[in-house]
Nanobody, 125 residues
Framework: QVQLAESGGGLVQPGGSLRLSCAVS????????IGWFRQAPGKGREGISC????????AYADSVKGRFTISRDAAKNTVYLQMNSLKPEDTAVYYC??????????????????WGQGTQVTVSS
């Protein structure tokens, strides 16, 4: 059974940084995609980044490009999301996701079957 455990959320001032972690366990595929989504109060889910374990390729939403970086430590089965230059509009619950099948680089929620419990990120002065 696939399990995703996020950590690293918290309160940060505008312009600050946070690093989220997602520990992945139980995936039956050799290659798979890990994505990060977020959901702000009153808004829908937004796919913001993903990484392919086949070749390490990555994708980003325009809203975070140049500020967020996704990476993976294969030995620890952990994916990270380094978030810099944070803005109040980045405030949301952040979710780590993966699919039953290898979906390549997609930020569409319907392709992901497994979601972590989420971690709150609040950007406020």
């Amino acid at each position: 059974q696939v399990q995703l455990a996020e950590s690293g959320g918290g309160l940060v001032q505008p312009g600050g940084s946070l690093r989220l972690s997602c520990a992945v366990s139980g995936h039956s595929l050799h290659y798979y995609t890990i994505g990060w989504f977020r959901q702000a109060p009153g808004k829908g889910r937004e796919g913001i980044s993903c990484i392919s374990t086949s070749d390490g390729s990555t994708a980003y939403a325009d809203s975070v490009k140049g500020r967020f970086t996704i990476s993976r430590d294969a030995a620890k089965n952990t994916v990270y999301l380094q978030m810099n230059s944070l803005k109040p509009e980045d405030t949301a619950v952040y979710y780590c996701v993966t699919g039953r099948l290898f979906v390549g680089l997609t930020l569409r929620a319907e392709h992901y079957d497994y979601w972590g419990q989420g971690t709150q990120v609040t950007v406020s002065s």
